[in-house]
Structures are given as C-alpha cells and as structure tokens.
C-alpha cells in the first residue's frame, strides 16, 4: 500500500459497523478451498475447520496438546491406545457424538477422492479400530508409536450420520458439516467468505460471538485497509511493509509470535527427464532432470542470500533458517546451520554435476498465500540468475498454485509447511517421506522426493518411546535430509495478527487463525 494512502487511512474513525455487539469479522490472507476438514492439510482450510469441527486432542497456542473430544487416554500395550471420549457431546443437529463417529472418521481420513495433499499421515500407524463401548475407543497399532495423541490433534472428528456417503461437495454446501465444534456454518462462498453462527450447546460452554464473518482478504494492501477502515476487526499475515505503523497506531493492537512453518523451496523429483518449465540456455529440452543430481540441489541453496531475505523482503519478519523448526522444538538440530551464502562455490557446483553454463527455469511461486511469497520467489530467482541458472518466476492463485502443484506439473516450487505438532516427523512423513498411498506417507510431497534411508530412519523414530533417543533419531534424519537437498530452505515465519483495540488476541505458533482466540479486552 502506498504510504500516503495509508496514511490517509489511518486518521479514519473505525465505524460503529465492524463493532456490532456479538459479531466478529475476520480478513484471513490465505484462501480456504473447502469446508470439508479431511480435504486438504493447508492453514486456512484447518482454521476455518477450527470453529466447525473438535479433535479427541487439542493444542493450545504454544503447540502443547491437552484434551478435546477425548478426556483422557492411556497406553494399554505397546501396540494399543485406549481413548476415553467426553459424555454428553452432541453434534449441531442434536444427535450425540459416540465412538462410531471416531470410528468412521479414522477410515475416512486417508481416502478423500481428489485430495491434494490429506491427512492419512496422520493415522498411517492405525491398523484397527476398537469401538469397545459408546464413548471408549481403542487403536491398534503395528508397532509403537507414541506420537499418535500428538498426530490424532490434527485430524477432525465427522459425524458418521451426516458423512456417510458425502462427498467433498455436501461439506461446502453445508448438507455434511455438521461438527461439535463452537461455531456452525450458515454460508460458504469460496474466494469470498464463510459465515459462522455460535453454537450455544458447545461442551466449553458458548462464545463471546454469536455471529462471524470470515473473510478472505487475500491482497496484503486491501487487508491493511479493511481493518484501518473498520471493514474487519481482525487480519492475519500482517503485511510486513505496514508492520510498523500499525503497531503505532493508537486503535490497533498486533499481537506476534515466533511461528512453526518454514518457506522452503521443492525441486521436482517424480521424472528422470521432461521436466517441464526447464531447458537449456537455447530453450532446447535438458536429457535429464538436473535436481535428480544433488550438486545441483546444494547449489541452489547456496546461492540463496537468506540474510537478505528476512532483512530486505521480510522486513524483520522472518529468520534464515537451514532446516524447517525453530530452536527449542523437538527434534530441532542445533548442527545445521542456514548454508553460507556462496555464488561462486554454487557455479563450482553446478559446473561438476554438467551445467557449466547453467541452464533455464520457471520458479512457480502461489502470490496470495504467504506474507511476500511473490517478492520472496522474485528475490530467489535474481540470485539463481546470477549462478547462471536463468530463472523466470511465474505466480499463481493459491487455489490454482495447489492444484497444480499436486499435480507435479512445476520445475521448482516455493512452499510453505507448518510443523504445527511442533515437533520433526510432521515434516519428515508428510513433505519428505516417499509418496506412497498404502503406506499413507508423503501426502504433501508435491515433488516427489524420495530416500528409503531417510524414510528408515523416520519409521525408527516414530516407533521409538524413548523421548530422548527418539529426538537424537529426530536430529539425525533432520541433517539426512538437509544435506541431501530434499527441500530448500529459506526462513521461519514470524506469526502477527493486527486487531481493533478493545480485542485480545492468543497469537498461536501454529498460524491458526481463529474466532476462539479473539477475546474482548479485560
């Protein structure tokens, strides 16, 4: 935005409007694609499933999971958990939530037809479930697997009445989503809004807001101006060039926290030869895939000025990272650093794996989903240039980005992932674990990589108890797959939402943004 427009904004009066007793409005940056919450693991479709839906477990702000539609649950062997779920739960059509429900959604989860990228990760290690009375449930598991609280917090339990036989499409009509959760839906409007009513038998106990508006806002200059101008109460992905100012700005409060997800990039591994948007420097097809050559994938990372990017593209709002956690999360490898910033060590590199001269490529890059990811595949691209790798960026709407993407239809890719469990294998099943359907690993691997070593090494530390050797496992597959290029890294978002004064928000490390974390101020 302009600073002179926002200026101008900012002496604007917030209208009696967006401050109406009981009613919230909230501008996300991040499209949501569907209401259905087994659809697609991306942030604003599980923030919007939030309000809708319940977990047998939860997480707070700080990723720390505590109970949900579950009350409790125990160890009864090494291979089965025993979950004992909440009496007198009822579902928004006033039917009551049992086992069954548990049930049916643990068979549904992992077999969405026309997923892009689902949550079967998350229950790969459940061979059997156990309805043993209406409210206790038992997994059986293969072999140990002591992250299954912590991976059931990401996988929404449905009704079994309303999702028998429903399709993706009677979620988003409204027809199948019906939740426990303390919002229920009234309307659905893709690329626009989705409206919330509360739901006033919620287990918790009822909302402050009996209505909300939730918005997509997806361009960063519209979003500043629809909270300055009182359109919405609350935004997200604040934009990093109004970051400042808003946070001088006597009606507004912004409220931050070191977040969960890194900005990486995604070679295309699924092909040895034909990648498409790639060439030589005569646009002549290259005669094979050059990121199937980890020299080429090293060179790339470093020829990346990741300094430069958190300071100058993100204004602040960022860290440089060289893996995909933050300090202090499990799992988190103290050993890898950001790679050192070295053009001419990356030339080196790309003229031993055959590309003296370089060669030719389209980075694609979605340019509505996170703070600054067009300006950020721009930068990326310049410093590839200058290696000799000629990079054109082309960026796409989020809602066709994913698609696409999915598809494996891009050279290379900017990403995002969120480790929202706060802890390693998130990413390790999901993002660089083989493709595999049966297995239900690699759900959002768009490109395809795949190490049996690495994938080995994260099997045995999914299946090890101890917490202290299974975070050395952890740290182990973390430098694996670093050194081997299997994603690049670029920097760690800084989670900030902006919001009216007279509103609290509990900034959450894993970028959800909900209704129940807006509260009026004290």
């Known amino acids: 935005m302009r600073p002179a427009l926002l200026a ?27 209401i259905d919450p087994h659809f697609y693991n991306a942030s604003p479709n599980n923030s919007l499933a939030m309000h809708i839906f319940d977990r047998l477990v939860e997480r707070d702000a700080t990723a720390q999971p505590y109970p949900g539609l579950a009350e409790s649950w125990r160890v009864v062997s090494d291979t089965v958990w025993e979950f004992k779920l909440r009496a007198g739960v009822k579902w928004h059509d006033g039917r009551d939530f049992t086992a069954d429900d548990v049930a049916f959604t643990i068979q549904r989860t992992p077999n969405v037809p026309g997923s892009p990228g689902g949550f079967g ?46 399709a993706t499409e009677d979620y988003n009509s409204g027809k199948a989503a019906i939740g426990t ?23 918790r106990g009822a909302e402050p807001w009996a209505r909300v508006n939730y918005r997509f806002i997806g361009n960063d200059g519209a979003r500043t101006a629809a909270l300055l101008a009182g359109d919405v109460d609350l935004i997200d992905q604040v934009p990093s060039t109004d970051l ?26 699924s092909r040895q030869k034909d990648v498409p948007f790639t ?7 290259l005669p094979t895939n050059p990121f199937g050559d980890v020299r080429v994938r090293r060179a790339l990372s470093m020829a990346i000025n990741r300094a430069a990017l958190a300071d100058r593209v993100m204004e602040g709002t960022a860290q440089p990272t060289g893996q995909w956690l933050p300090a202090g999360t499990f799992g988190y490898n103290p050993a890898v650093k950001p790679p050192a910033y070295d053009p001419d060590g990356a030339k080196a590199l790309l003229a031993q794996a055959g590309y003296p001269q370089g060669f030719r490529m389209t980075l ?16 990326v691209a310049q410093m590839f240039s200058r290696i000799g790798i000629r990079t054109e960026v082309e960026a796409v709407p989020w809602a066709s980005f994913s698609q696409r993407s999915n598809r494996q239809e891009y050279a290379i890719r900017l990403a995002g992932w969120g480790s929202v469990t706060g802890e390693a294998s998130y990413a390790l099943v999901n993002i660089l674990g083989t493709f595999d359907r049966e297995k239900r690993t690699g ?25 202290p050797a299974r975070a050395a496992l952890l740290q182990q597959a973390v430098k694996l797959a ?15 939402w902006a919001l009216r004064r007279g509103l609290t928000y509990d900034a959450r490390m894993d970028e959800r943004t909900t209704a129940m974390a807006t509260r009026p101020a004290q």
Not at 8 to 34: D, E, F, H, K, Y
């Open 244 to 269: 400042g100012r808003l946070k001088r700005e006597a009606r507004l409060t912004v409220s931050e926290i070191q977040g969960l997800r890194v900005i990486y990039l995604a070679t295309d591994q």
């Open 181 to 203: 959760g303390p919002y229920r839906m009234t309307a659905y409007r893709p690329g626009d809004r989705t409206e919330l009513a509360r739901n006033e038998g919620y287990f």
């Open 364 to 379: 694609h890059s979605p340019n509505d989903r996170y703070p600054n990811d067009s300006k950020a595949a721009q930068a």
């Open 443 to 467: 759900a959002s691997n768009a490109g395809r990589y795949s190490n049996p070593e690495l994938d080995a090494l994260t099997a045995r530390a999914a299946a090890t108890i101890d917490d």
């Open 279 to 285: 060439s030589d420097n005569d646009g002549k097809p």
């Open 121 to 166: 990760g998350f229950v790969r290690a459940i061979e059997r479930v156990e309805v043993v009375d209406p409210l206790t449930v038992r997994f059986h598991t293969a072999r140990p697997h002591p992250l299954l609280p912590t991976e059931l917090a990401s996988v929404a339990v449905i009704s079994k009445h309303a999702g028998e036989g429903a």
């Open 482 to 496: 670093m050194d081997d290029g299997a994603i690049i890294p670029l920097f760690q978002l800084v989670n900030s």
């Open 8 to 34: 101008t904004l900012c002496v604007l009066a917030l209208p009696a409007a967006a401050q109406q007793p009981g009613v919230l409005n909230i501008g996300i940056g991040g499209a949501v694609t569907s």
